[in-house]
């Protein structure tokens, strides 16, 4: 994991380096950014120290692997509490099914039903489900756990 992480993180800065020559460095300097990308490596390759040194090639997959682990491993415990919640209590279990499948299913001329792929923004259309996750949530917070 180290190697891909630590590959992942010399092709960000090459692609600056190849950015910066492209656009002139003094115009990468003004936009206060050396990307116009915005994710969470970005944001720590512009980072600086009190003293405006940037992370060390070390310290930057040191935050990207707690990152990870610790984004995989409560997304993980969140699931399991919601999961046993709702094999406690199958009523709700069906009504969840069934809202997601009310949510993702379109007909279609040829089958009669093809079903869409979840997406981020569905999430509103989701309340019973949203309703489970919260309550997982209050109950068994995943980060006492971590």
Not at 26 to 54: C, K, M, N, V, Y
Request: net charge negative.
């Amino acid at each position: 994991l180290d190697d891909i992480v630590y590959r992942i993180i010399d092709d960000r800065k090459a692609q600056m380096a190849d950015q910066q020559q492209q656009q002139g460095s003094a115009a990468a300097i003004a936009a206060g950014r050396s990307s116009s990308r915005s994710d969470l490596l970005q944001a720590l390759l512009d980072s600086t120290d009190e003293s405006f040194q940037p992370m060390s090639r070390s310290a930057l997959r040191d935050e990207l692997m707690t990152l990870l682990v610790a984004g995989q491993e409560t997304s993980a415990i969140l699931l399991g509490w919601a999961a046993a919640l709702l094999a406690h209590n199958p009523k709700v279990q069906a009504a969840a099914a069934a809202e997601v499948q009310q949510v993702l299913a379109q007909p279609s001329s040829s089958s009669g039903c093809r079903h869409m792929t979840p997406a981020p923004g569905m999430i509103s259309q989701l309340p019973c489900v949203t309703a489970v996750v919260l309550e997982a949530l209050r109950l068994y917070s995943p980060t006492y756990m971590v």
